[in-house]
């Protein structure tokens, strides 16, 4: 009988987060000593990255996935993901929580494989809110509460195997919040009160960890169910929640650096493997990788796959044999590291432009092989900066061995910058998101172009820079069929955006020009087709934040739209 599998990813936890001189949490240290335990598991430094890279077995630069915003936090269409593999499978497939791959129509978890699906709203711990397979929903409990209940009900549903369960939760991202019990627990044993919250997300995630595995062991199929626990990097610099006094009790190893760039601290991440029908406990030393897991959950489910580009380390777990995997690659975008500028919604300049970075030069980049480890431009501001560490020895990574060892360095350095250039050729890097049109009215945010020019601004919550004449953006539609479409640029208060605007679609003749509250009209003979808008005279500081396109299929001359449906 294939096993089931329940993948929990945590949200911003570093191994220091868990054991017992940190945040109380019995539940996940009774699962680690029950479980095949990595201690050296790279991650990769950011949330979505992370995410594409477990739910493809990909390096996530190549399916598309650069960042955490700005459209370049959407997994391409054309991967495949775990939860497609293991429904082809026979599997029946379910996702609760935070997906971030995606989040307009045709990038849904429920679209890429998922029988049923919550995507909850990012970044909300109370009164969670999201959608149920394509509808909207909430709940009055704590998102992570809510996720586990989902999963539970789930799980309590398909009694017979196999079935896949991905319960990628909230905690502890940012802002830190948590339920008060929790926080006066902490508080009360002395811990500073910005800390206090975080170890009390983490003690409410360990409740809400230990509730999932009581409830899956009172269904009787626990026994032949692997449990898989991680977490999507390390801890977050959090420079509005903690202090440094509450960074140095966090990081308590002391290794070096956050979440967002390519030191360990931020790489690194629990992972705890459980299947009491076939693995026992132990603890792993080897590295292990990312890129490694989904090859390894799928042989030991029995499922073939085409080769991924992780290793497999199944037979580590079944036998006891030593694990090994290949070079880990990390790309971090300047954008991310803590020792940059103040965060803001349009990031540091040109961070969240459409298309590949540039030079390899100018990137942040790493390559680990084996206990050796270099890294390109690791702080960002001194360019062509290259450091070279053996973590075997020096795990805090405070002694660059660049100088004496310069043949190792160049050999790693050409590795990187050939794979650098391998990463360019990949057909869906650095590839913006489509806009999937269906008939009725759909609504996406303005902030996935495929290009800017002019003077445009892309950004976390839409796009600025209008103010500048000629000013433009463009987008890839794709519609179901050849249809007639009218299209409304929606400003940050949901008003028509203000202004003069000049329209086109290039299959289907020269420039619209239009005033505030117009909707051109294009009448599309293709499928697919680039929608481009330009300002003539705009308001400064006008934001776009929506595109809403209208479209209808059967009757081109006629703006009706029977059954349409909300996206």
């Not at 009390?200 to 269904?219: H, P, W, Y």
């Not at 990187?416 to 050729?425: A, C, G, H, P, V």
């Amino acid at each position: 009988m294939p096993p089931n599998i329940l993948l929990i990813q945590c949200d911003d936890l570093g191994p220091d987060d868990l054991g017992l001189d940190g945040p109380y949490t019995p539940n996940l240290l009774n699962l680690e000593k029950a479980s095949f335990s990595a201690k050296d598991f790279s991650v990769q430094p950011v949330c979505t990255p992370s995410r594409a890279a477990l739910l493809t077995g990909r390096h996530p630069l190549r399916t598309g996935v650069s960042h955490v915003h700005g459209g370049k936090d959407f997994l391409h269409r054309e991967e495949i993901t775990l939860a497609e593999r293991f429904r082809e499978a026979g599997y029946t497939t379910g996702m609760w929580g935070k997906w971030h791959l995606g989040h307009s129509e045709g990038y849904f978890p429920w679209q890429r494989g998922f029988d049923e699906a919550y995507m909850a709203d990012l970044y909300k711990h109370r009164q969670t809110r999201g959608r149920y397979n394509g509808e909207p929903g909430s709940s009055d409990q704590w998102a992570d509460e809510h996720i586990v209940d989902l999963a539970l009900d789930f799980i309590q549903r398909h009694p017979k195997p196999p079935w896949f369960a991905y319960v990628p939760t909230l905690t502890p991202h940012t802002p830190h919040d948590a339920p008060e019990e929790w926080v006066r627990f902490h508080l009360d044993r002395g811990c500073p009160p910005g800390l206090a919250v975080n170890r009390a997300m983490v003690s409410f995630l360990d409740e809400q960890v230990g509730r999932l595995l009581k409830g899956l062991e009172k269904t009787g199929q626990a026994e032949n169910t692997v449990v898989v626990f991680l977490s999507d990097h390390g801890p977050a610099f959090a420079a509005n929640q903690l202090d440094d006094h509450d960074r140095r009790l966090r990081n308590r190893s002391g290794r070096r650096g956050w979440k967002g760039d390519l030191y360990e601290n931020g790489l690194q991440s629990p992972l705890f493997i459980r299947w009491p029908a076939a693995v026992g406990p132990r603890v792993c030393a080897d590295p292990l990788q990312l890129l490694d897991l989904a090859p390894t959950l799928l042989d030991l489910c029995g499922i073939a796959s085409p080769p991924m580009e992780g290793r497999s380390f199944a037979s580590t777990l079944l036998e006891g044999s030593p694990a090994s995997t290949g070079d880990i690659f990390t790309y971090a975008h300047p954008g991310w590291l803590t020792t940059g500028p103040p965060y803001s919604m349009t990031g540091i300049p040109g961070e969240y432009a459409p298309g590949p970075p540039g030079a390899f030069d100018a990137q942040c980049l790493a390559i680990r092989r084996g206990m050796h480890k270099l890294m390109l431009n690791p702080e960002f501001a001194s360019r062509e900066d290259v450091v070279l560490y053996d973590l075997r020895h020096d795990p805090l990574e405070t002694r660059d061995l660049s100088g004496s060892l310069p043949e190792l360095r160049d050999e790693l350095l050409a590795a990187l910058r050939s794979w650098w250039e391998e990463i360019l050729r990949e057909p869906h890097a650095f590839t913006p998101p489509v806009l999937c049109v269906h008939p009725g009215e759909n609504l996406f945010a303005a902030n996935l172009p495929c290009e800017l020019s002019g003077g445009a601004v892309n950004g976390v919550n839409g796009i600025t820079g209008w103010e500048h004449s000629g000013a433009s953006a463009s987008y890839r539609l794709e519609l179901d069929c050849p249809g007639t479409v009218w299209v409304t640029l929606l400003d940050a208060k949901g008003h028509p955006a203000q202004g003069a605007w000049e329209w086109r679609c290039p299959g289907t003749g020269g420039w619209q020009c239009t005033q505030t509250g117009e909707s051109p009209e294009f009448r599309l003979p293709s499928t697919e087709e680039m929608l481009e808008v330009r300002a003539v005279r705009v308001p400064s500081e006008t934001r776009l934040a929506k595109v809403r396109i209208e479209c209808h299929f059967n009757a081109l001359n006629e703006r009706t739209f029977e059954g349409a449906a909300a996206f």
